[in-house]
């Protein structure tokens, strides 16, 4: 996902909103990317749950498409 969260302070003031969402999740923010990404590793679908919390704490969030690409022999 892209966020606008852009600094530590602010992942910070957020981490309590979403260890609450995701309290069974992997999750971080990656500052360092020029897209502030937000990485989620969940088995439950919660992009829309995510979006609307950050938009709540006045963030954007976008989720990104991926393709997971499987290793062939």
Do not use: G
């Amino acid at each position: 996902m892209v966020a606008s969260v852009k600094t530590k302070i602010q992942a910070k003031k957020l981490k309590p909103y979403i260890v609450n969402l995701l309290s069974n999740a992997k999750w971080n923010f990656d500052l360092e990317d020029r897209d502030n990404i937000l990485r989620i590793d969940s088995e439950k679908n919660i992009v829309l749950e995510i979006i609307d919390l950050l938009n709540v704490h006045k963030f954007y969030c976008e989720e990104l498409e991926y393709e997971l690409k499987t290793r062939q022999n």
